[in-house]
């Protein structure tokens, strides 16, 4: 070692005080080397240009500073498995302990990238502190400014680019890729995100996916077995678990509502803790925030209100035909779950009662403010009943249980004319009574008429008796 120092100092000497080129011309298969008594530290190989640094396990020979500051060295333990490389200030470290495959097989790229590593194995670091505090995590791949930088005992996690991960713990089996994505992550675990800012606030959510930019961005424990894709999708969850969302700002206020499932741009985008609702189009079921079990297919296709329940909505207030191979919906009817079974009150009387109508549509929606002046009323004539007509009916027989109206939202009541069946069957059946019963009469008096018409023949017949008997009276008599 002191050869070569004392070499640097010539060097440096005579350049400062003569300057001058230097030329040193190595022979044919020639060698220059630097070394003591024991260690050739440097060596400069004629023949094909190699360049040799000392490289033994366990110590720090052979390693490139800048300055003072370690900058390119592969150390690694005595009784390592060995393979490190490390390149750029201060990364890596000459403080790593184990045997056989701990602090081994890394590698690390980048101003103090991977730093504190002591036992942690087979991970890649490319960007300034990347992986900066990992000790013994193992499996890490993190690329880009400050990714995967407050790991300590992570494992098997991916991250790229800017502060990907940043403030990643102890979790572990986690994609990353995007600037600040999955930046508060402390202890969750199994995710992957995707996108600027994907589950940039989550700590502990596990097995999550968010694809797109800010998809979970500002929840700060997002529950698990979400998924979201689309720009801004579920942005705003927390909580809630096992929900879907694929569009844009799908889902994205909702809070603590799981089992959701929403497909299209802004599809349930203001639910917050309703939960099981699927909403399929574009705008689909945006009008729910609290309610559950609903169903909306169709572009704009919505609820009645905020909070109601166990619903299905077909498309928006523009359909005009509702097409299926069938005609009748098929529904629960056994008698092993019903209770209570009487012959129905209602009938002839209440039908008698409704009033068919006819009319044009002329929604309110299709108005700028709501209110309806006429301009926009539709040229197709259409049957069917006025929602307040018939709830005045079933009201005024106290039947209400009857579900003809649809009062969920009171600023647009809708009918529901198929619970008026068996209502109708049993006035066909009143009819079909009355009908036997005008027939028997009927009969009654085709039966008097055929008595009376046999009475009025008698009578015609002794008519012309009496008269018979009469003529020969006279007869004798004269």
């Given at each position: 070692?002191?050869?070569?120092?004392?070499?640097?100092?010539?060097?440096?000497?005579?350049?400062?005080?003569?300057?001058?080129?230097?030329?040193?011309?190595?022979?044919?298969?020639?060698?220059?080397?630097?070394?003591?008594?024991?260690?050739?530290?440097?060596?400069?190989?004629?023949?094909?240009?190699?360049?040799?640094?000392?490289?033994?396990?366990?110590?720090?020979?052979?390693?490139?500073?800048?300055?003072?500051?370690?900058?390119?060295?592969?150390?690694?333990?005595?009784?390592?498995?060995?393979?490190?490389?490390?390149?750029?200030?201060?990364?890596?470290?000459?403080?790593?302990?184990?045997?056989?495959?701990?602090s081994s097989s890394n590698t690390a790229v980048g101003y103090f990238s991977m730093h504190s590593l002591t036992t942690g194995l087979t991970n890649t670091a490319v960007g300034d502190n990347t992986l900066l505090l990992n000790t013994a995590g193992t499996g890490n791949t993190a690329i880009g400014s400050s990714a995967l930088s407050s790991c300590t005992e992570c494992y098997s996690n991916t991250a790229v680019g800017y502060r990907s991960l940043n403030s990643n713990l102890g979790g572990g089996n986690n994609t990353s890729v995007g600037f600040h994505s999955m930046y508060s992550n402390l202890n969750g675990t199994e995710n992957t995100a995707m996108g600027l800012g994907a589950l940039f606030a989550n700590t502990d959510g596990s097995s999550n996916v968010a694809i797109g930019i800010m998809t979970m961005e500002n929840g700060s424990s997002?529950?698990?077995?979400?998924?979201?894709?689309?720009?801004?999708?579920?942005?705003?969850?927390?909580?809630?678990?096992?929900?879907?969302?694929?569009?844009?700002?799908?889902?994205?206020?909702?809070?603590?509502?799981?089992?959701?499932?929403?497909?299209?741009?802004?599809?349930?985008t203001n639910n917050t803790s309703g939960n099981e609702n699927v909403a399929v189009g574009s705008s689909a079921g945006t009008t729910i925030e609290t309610g559950n079990n609903n169903i909306c297919i169709g572009s704009g296709a919505d609820a009645t209100s905020n909070s109601v329940s166990n619903e299905i909505t077909l498309g928006n207030g523009f359909i005009s035909a509702l097409r299926c191979n069938i005609t009748t919906i098929t529904s629960l009817s056994d008698a092993r779950d019903k209770k209570n079974i009487n012959d129905l009150s209602l009938g002839l009387d209440f039908i008698s009662r409704l009033k068919p109508r006819q009319f044009n549509w002329d929604k309110r929606e299709w108005y700028k403010q709501n209110e309806s002046?006429?301009?926009?009323?539709?040229?197709?004539?259409?049957?069917?009943?006025?929602?307040?007509?018939?709830?005045?009916?079933?009201?005024?027989?106290?039947?209400?249980?009857?579900?003809?109206?649809?009062?969920?939202?009171?600023?647009?009541?809708?009918?529901?004319?198929?619970?008026?069946?068996p209502i109708m069957v049993k006035a066909i059946q009143e009819l079909k009574q009355e009908n036997e019963k005008l027939k028997?009469?009927?009969?009654?008096?085709?039966?008097?008429?055929?008595?009376?018409?046999?009475?009025?023949?008698l009578i015609s017949e002794l008519n012309i008796k009496s008269t018979a008997n009469s003529e020969i009276v006279n007869t004798d008599t004269k």
């Open positions: 070692m002191k050869t070569f120092t004392t070499f640097l100092l010539l060097l440096l000497f005579s350049l400062s005080a003569y300057p001058q080129d230097i030329t040193n011309t190595l022979g044919s298969n020639g060698v220059f080397s630097i070394k003591d008594n024991t260690t050739t530290f440097f060596s400069l190989y004629q023949d094909d240009g190699r360049i040799s640094l000392a490289d033994l396990q366990g110590s720090t020979l052979g390693f490139i500073y800048k300055n003072s500051s370690l900058f390119l060295h592969n150390y690694s333990p005595i009784g390592t498995d060995g393979r490190n490389t490390f390149l750029g200030i201060n990364a890596g470290n000459t403080n790593m302990n184990g045997t056989g495959g701990e997002v529950g698990y077995g979400n998924t979201a894709v689309g720009p801004y999708s579920m942005r705003n969850h927390n909580k809630g678990n096992n929900n879907s969302a694929f569009g844009l700002n799908s889902l994205s206020i909702n809070n603590t509502g799981s089992q959701n499932t929403a497909i299209g741009s802004d599809a349930l002046d006429g301009s926009k009323m539709g040229n197709k004539l259409t049957a069917g009943f006025i929602a307040q007509e018939l709830d005045e009916v079933q009201q005024y027989y106290n039947a209400e249980w009857l579900n003809l109206v649809y009062k969920s939202n009171p600023d647009k009541l809708e009918a529901t004319p198929g619970n008026l069946l028997e009469e009927l009969q009654s008096l085709k039966d008097l008429k055929e008595q009376m018409n046999g009475l009025s023949e």
